[in-house]
């Protein structure tokens, strides 16, 4: 049965960490490339970040850059996401997607919200 079941979810303090984990299951793993995805109440969803199925091509949406780390473990089926100093801009559901390496580009898939795909999503809170 094909899943992306996403995990480590929850409440921080603003400046924070967590680490978001998106387990995937039912199809060739390899052959696909991860991304996050978040949507806030009463917003559009957007793209996060992308990695390529090897994990060599990473993508990230401005506003986390040099906040948030991607990275997949292809062994494990999983694909990760490491935020760190979070703020409650980033309050937000968070999805992760698949989408296979040879269609569109690994930014198409994160700015235009690509995905074959997708998991049931884990929320996300930042407040004091």
């Known amino acids: 049965q094909l899943q992306l079941v996403e995990s480590g979810g929850g409440l921080v303090q603003p400046g924070g960490s967590l680490r978001l984990s998106c387990a995937a299951s039912?199809?060739?793993?390899?052959?696909?490339?991860i991304g996050w995805f978040r949507q806030a109440p009463g917003k559009e969803r957007e793209g996060v970040s992308c990695i390529s199925s090897s994990g060599g091509a990473t993508y990230y949406t401005d506003s986390v850059k040099g906040r948030f780390t991607i990275a997949r473990d292809n062994a494990k089926n999983t694909v990760y996401l490491q935020m760190n100093s979070l703020k409650p801009e980033d309050i937000a559901v968070y999805y992760c997607?698949?989408?296979?390496?040879?269609?569109?580009?690994?930014?198409?898939?994160?700015?235009?919200?690509?995905?074959?795909?997708w998991g049931q999503g884990t929320q996300v809170t930042v407040s004091a």
């Open positions: 997607a698949a989408q296979p390496e040879i269609q569109a580009s690994l930014q198409a898939m994160c700015v235009q919200s690509l995905g074959r795909y």
């Open positions: 039912g199809f060739t793993f390899d052959y696909y490339r």
